[in-house]
């Protein structure tokens, strides 16, 4: 690795053979290995948690226990140029995992867009940014790649920016040399840092990476080429390879010369491309061209976040006229289920469905316990309230006349063991009762009574109709009298 001093002192490169197209010729530097030695698992940064019930099936994303560096890794370290287009929230990047894609980029023009509604000139922050990304990076399994804009600041900031990436289940990282405030790379009034402090990001950002003990993808982007020239952009490149940055990326290259320029740039560290839809300053070009110029990595940034807005304008034009959709401009409602999850939910969901009986304290640990409890209870239970019905009366209430009138024994225990109320109590009662006591709160007494025996030979006191412990922690038990 070129010593930094070297680097900073380096005049620019001569445009004689990278500017005529004769790539081959352009002087490279050796470039840094991308598979890095993986720091002890007990040393990595922790996988962010995702929902399982929302992954799409089939998916080539990250296995069980891989980090989302390791598995982005293994998608550069594949044969061909992969194709990654970029979300903007956790609907669209499940949608790219959905289609089969196996990675992702965010986009700071698109965040900013949905998030803000507001252009991409450095007005979204670092907080949102990092808020946006642990959402994306939860809802799918895919490695995902954060655009961290300039870092948010000086080196200081840079590391800042490294570890929260990292924490918030980022596999790449994205780091530009513009100064604040930042502007898309496509458009009017870009400035670039000097080569100095460039250089020290992408150090400070190596560093930041080491202190936490990941192996995130730092991707070092320069948008010198359209600030200063592409002789100067082509430098900036080799020396973020020298100071470890594991891809390089040059934003708005002007034709395919000068894509055959940069990619000659330290043969071995991977390339990315960046296909501005709708008409930006890099020629559009197909993966199989990109890959035989020697790109690895594809970007896509406006593709969903551009779609989108044309559909959302459409749509409310006809809403407007008074007509609503045509079936094909849209998915079936069981078809936006099942990419939001709703299927899988429901299936995982039937694991946990408790029986009507069925409480905190009713499983086979406990129920020994529970069982043990209400006999140790001598104390004297209290008649607060008359029968209000007969239980063989006729007439008054239909068939649920007799169930009305059964009495039921009410008991609350504090969570200190002190017992606060122990009472009969016409089931009649109790039922208007579940209406003003929180932890009776949407129980339907009635139909757990009328799924208890009415046998008078065999009335089964004692049998629990409830058992559970409400918000303050006291428990709530209700048996037939």
């Known amino acids: 690795m070129a010593c930094y001093a070297a680097l900073l002192h380096q005049p620019p490169a001569s445009p004689s053979p990278c500017t005529s197209g004769r790539a081959g010729s352009c002087r490279v530097r050796p470039p840094p290995l991308l598979q890095r030695r993986a720091p002890p698992l007990s040393a990595r940064a922790r996988i962010s948690p995702r929902c399982s019930y929302a992954a799409a099936g089939g998916s080539a994303g990250a296995g069980a226990g891989e980090q989302p560096a390791a598995a982005l890794r293994r998608v550069l370290e594949t044969p061909g140029a992969h194709q990654a287009p970029a979300c903007y929230d956790a ?9 089969g894609f196996r990675a992702c980029f965010t986009s700071g023009f698109s965040i900013s867009a949905a998030r803000l509604g507001l252009p991409d000139v450095g007005l979204i922050s670092y907080g949102e940014m990092i808020d946006q990304g642990r959402l994306i990076t939860e809802a799918v399994s895919i490695p995902v790649i954060g655009d961290a804009d300039n870092g948010y600041g000086n080196c200081m900031n840079v590391k800042r920016t490294v570890k929260g ?4 289940g980022f596999a790449g990282i994205i780091l530009e040399d513009q100064v604040s405030p930042k502007a898309c790379g496509h458009t009017q009034g870009r400035k670039v840092v000097s080569r100095e402090e ?8 190596v560093d930041a990476r080491k202190e ?13 080429r359209q600030a200063l020239s592409l002789d100067e952009a082509l430098w900036r490149a080799r020396a ?10 040059i934003d708005a290259l002007a034709s395919r010369e000068e894509m055959m320029a940069f990619c000659a740039v330290s043969p071995g560290v991977p390339k990315m491309a960046n296909m501005l839809e709708g008409g930006g300053k890099t020629p559009i070009l197909s993966p199989l061209e990109l890959e035989e110029i020697g790109y690895k990595i594809i970007a896509y940034p406006l593709s969903l976040i551009g779609v989108s807005m044309r559909a959302m304008e459409d749509v409310l034009v006809a809403i407007k006229g008074g007509r609503i959709p045509p079936p094909s401009s ?3 409602f069981e078809e936006i289920k099942d990419t939001l999850g709703f299927n899988r939910y429901y299936e995982e969901e039937k694991r946990y469905v408790a029986s009507p009986a069925q409480s905190s304290f009713g499983s086979a640990s406990s129920s020994g316990d529970t069982k043990s409890r209400t006999e140790k209870s001598q104390e004297p239970i209290i008649d607060i309230l008359p029968q209000l019905y007969d239980p063989g009366s006729a007439g008054g209430r239909g068939p649920s006349s007799g169930m009305w009138s059964r009495t039921l024994r009410l008991k609350i225990t504090g969570r200190d063991g002190v017992q606060k109320i122990d009472a009969r109590i016409p089931a009649g009662f109790l039922e208007g009762m579940t209406k003003v006591i929180p932890g009776l709160a949407g129980t339907n007494i009635m139909e757990r009574l009328r799924n208890a025996p009415m046998d008078s030979d065999n009335p089964q006191n004692g049998q629990i109709l409830l058992d559970f412990e409400d918000g303050m922690g006291d428990r709530i038990q209700v048996f037939i009298a």
Do not use: C, Q, Y
């Open 91 to 99: 609907l669209s990047a499940r949608l790219v995992e959905r289609a």
């Open 165 to 168: 990436f990292i924490n918030a």
């Open 330 to 332: 849209l998915p079936s």
């Open 198 to 205: 460039a250089i020290m990001h992408i150090k400070a950002a």
């Open 240 to 249: 973020f390879a020298d100071a470890g940055a594991d891809v390089l990326f």
């Open 212 to 224: 936490s003990g990941s192996d995130i993808v730092i991707v070092a982007r320069t948008d010198s």
